[in-house]
């Protein structure tokens, strides 16, 4: 239950974001998701400059990959993030996350999350693409829809309008080589999926 920035169609930060093995302790995640909660759906409005209220910040990416079970995806288009924030030292180190914020000259300001899957590729993208299918059915708050990326493979993308429900366009992916599941995220009055859909495939393709 990794500290997901995504919301829409009445899922919870941990419904909609990384899953965490039953192996780590229940108090640690409990007690981080809700502190990660705090600033996402029905809650205060997300705290772009510090997303993640339970993660710290790390000089650079390739700082933040001493402290994770794997090396975060990166690419000279996007530039070199503002800030980047790894998860709280009290979750395991394979299930760390890593957050890193971007202002970029074209896309804008936006977030990248990254997190080691815990179980199979197969898994993991069927658990992205069954999140559209309620949301296309009951009309939840912003768009809910699978994409496909260049490397063919299908992402879920949401957009909608800037409101209490829908603070943020995201697209969530797996990328298969690295074994990662990445969010890319940002506000939906300067953010839009055009540029979400961009960026997942500027990773997929690095």
């Known amino acids: 239950m990794a500290a997901a920035l995504m919301i829409g169609c009445g899922a919870t930060g941990s419904e909609a974001g990384q899953e965490v093995s039953s192996e780590v302790s229940a108090e640690t995640i409990e007690e981080t998701t809700e502190a990660a909660e705090g600033e996402g759906p029905g809650s205060a409005p997300i705290n772009w400059e510090h997303p993640d209220p339970t993660a710290v910040r790390v ?4 700082a933040a990959a001493t402290q994770l079970s794997f090396a975060p995806l990166s690419d000279e288009a996007l530039g070199v993030p503002t800030d980047v924030f790894v998860s709280s030292e009290d979750i395991p180190t394979d299930f ?3 957050t890193s914020r971007y202002d970029h000259s074209t896309w804008g300001m936006f977030l990248i999350q990254q997190q080691q899957l815990d179980r199979s590729v197969e898994q993991a993208q069927s658990s ?16 809910w829809e699978l994409v496909t990326l260049a490397n063919g493979a299908n992402a879920l993308l949401v957009t909608g309008p800037g409101s209490e429900d829908q603070q943020t366009n995201f697209i969530s992916f797996i990328h298969p080589g690295a074994g990662i599941r990445v ?4 506000p939906p009055d300067e953010f839009t999926g055009e540029a979400a859909l961009e960026i997942a ?6």
Request: aromatic residues 4%; hydrophobic residues 40%; negative net charge.
């Open 183 to 186: 969010d890319v995220e940002g």
């Open 128 to 143: 992205i693409e069954r999140l559209a299918g309620p949301c296309a059915d009951e009309g939840c708050a912003g768009s």
């Open 59 to 62: 000089e650079s990416l390739a």
């Open 96 to 98: 760390r996350w890593v």
């Open 201 to 206: 495939n500027v990773l997929v393709s690095s």
